[in-house]
């Protein structure tokens, strides 16, 4: 009894170091025990490949608000395209939404733009499309300090 006794006390202490051993040494496999300060939280945002978010580039302060003509609009699905004449240039904006209509002056805020985007619901491809939200000019967003209609000055 004594010599069964003992025999299982070695086999548990042996497993009990074989456990120790392994829980201080790291995973060897990259597929298991990712650390979450090893995860950047940004690329592991879940953005589907397909996203036209994808890619984005930040607008140079010249190019964060645009303001022009509407002169050809692409519905597709949930996004609208508008290609706008500013200053005698062609630039094309997606948005998401029904957008303006053509022939409307818009205030564009870019979010960004993508060069070379290809838009398969549409089947074509954009050299340059930037990704904003689209309010009509005629309409400007009052400041704090404007009176509003109500208001008498």
């Known amino acids: 009894m004594l010599r069964t006794s003992l025999a299982w006390t070695l086999v548990l202490a042996s497993g009990l170091s074989c456990e120790r051993a392994t829980a201080a040494q ?3 496999s990259s597929d298991v025990g990712v650390s979450a300060a090893a995860v950047d939280p940004v690329a592991a945002a879940d953005t589907p490949a397909a996203s036209p978010f994808a890619g984005l580039r930040a607008p140079d302060p010249e190019h964060a608000s645009l303001t022009g ?3 050809e609009r692409l519905s597709a699905g949930r996004y ?15 948005t998401t939404g029904e957008g303006a209509s053509v ?5 564009v805020r870019s979010f960004g733009s993508r060069r070379d985007f290809e838009s398969p619901r549409l089947g074509r491809r954009f050299d340059e499309l930037v990704f904003g939200s689209v309010v009509l000019a005629e309409h400007p967003v009052a400041s704090p300090t404007s009176p509003t209609p109500t208001q008498k000055t």
Request: hydrophobic residues 50%.
């Open 80 to 94: 609208t395209y508008l290609q706008i004449d500013v200053d005698g240039v062609g630039r094309w904006v997606a």
């Open 103 to 107: 022939g409307q002056l818009v205030r």
């Open 69 to 71: 003509t509407v002169v």
């Open 26 to 28: 790291p995973a060897a």
